[in-house]
């Protein structure tokens, strides 16, 4: 079983739409991170958290540590959003914040 | 820099070969890590550098593979006697500090090496 599971893993929506992905983990974490990547593979960093949630501009990321749960939302959902969104922990408080367990993605499609 | 340059972007090169993979963090950026992203596998983490010093060689998956950071800045990632299992996009990444929720990882676009 992997220590970090993303849902779906495959996400068609219409342009407009409320997007949600969630992910869930099954370690003790100090932070998650969501990621983007974009087709041609740049990743960017979304999000770093460790508790309740955050916003920028149409994207939420929220998190429950008793759950052991995060979901990444998307408001109002463009063409442009089309990507991969990975989540990934990185464990204890130790350590180096590089040192990830990701999960293996979301590949979401946007269609105007 | 404006972001973190990798260099080569795309590198082919024959089983048994050694290879040689570069990054350059953003200036400024103490802490460096390297990952790995293979066909149809998630990312895995290789090695962390903060300054010169690797504090985490946890994910280096063989002694085939190695890894220095000089002058705190550009780090090469060598693999040697290259083997099929090696091909995949090596991803480098850099952050001003090596903790905290405060310093974001910045990546950069990825070498994507091909063993034949």
């Known amino acids: 079983k992997n220590e970090v599971e993303q849902s779906p893993q495959n996400l068609t929506a219409q342009e407009g739409e409320f997007i949600t992905i969630n992910c869930s983990y099954s370690?003790?974490?100090?932070?998650l991170h969501w990621l983007q990547q974009h087709p041609g593979g740049g990743i960017v960093s979304l999000f770093m958290?460790?508790?309740g949630k955050k916003k920028h501009g149409r994207l939420i990321a929220t998190i429950n540590i008793q759950e052991k749960h995060s979901s990444l939302h998307i408001t109002a959902s463009h063409p442009r959003d089309s990507a991969v969104y990975i989540c990934?922990?990185?464990?204890?408080?130790?350590?180096?914040?590089?040192?990830?367990?990701f999960g293996k993605g979301t590949k979401l499609s946007v269609k105007p | 820099g404006a972001g973190v340059s990798q260099s080569p972007s795309n590198k082919v090169t024959e089983k048994g070969k050694d290879v040689e993979l570069r990054c350059d963090p953003i200036?400024?950026?103490?802490?460096l890590y390297w990952y790995r992203q293979s066909l149809g596998q998630g990312l895995e983490f290789l090695i962390y550098?903060?300054?010169?010093?690797?504090?985490?060689k946890s994910g280096l998956p063989s002694d085939r593979f190695s890894a220095e950071r000089t002058g705190g800045s550009v780090s090469t990632l060598t693999i040697q006697r290259t083997q099929q299992e090696d091909s995949a996009v090596y991803l480098c990444?850099?952050?001003?500090?090596?903790?905290?929720?405060?310093?974001?990882?910045?990546f950069g676009n990825g070498t994507r090496l091909t063993v034949t």
């Open positions: 990444a850099s952050s001003s500090t090596g903790g905290g929720l405060q310093s974001p990882l910045h």
């Open positions: 370690v003790g974490i100090s932070a």
């Open positions: 958290l460790s508790s």
């Open positions: 990934a922990v990185r464990t204890g408080y130790g350590g180096s914040q590089g040192n990830l367990i």
């Open positions: 200036s400024g950026h103490t802490a």
């Open positions: 550098f903060q300054g010169n010093s690797a504090p985490d």
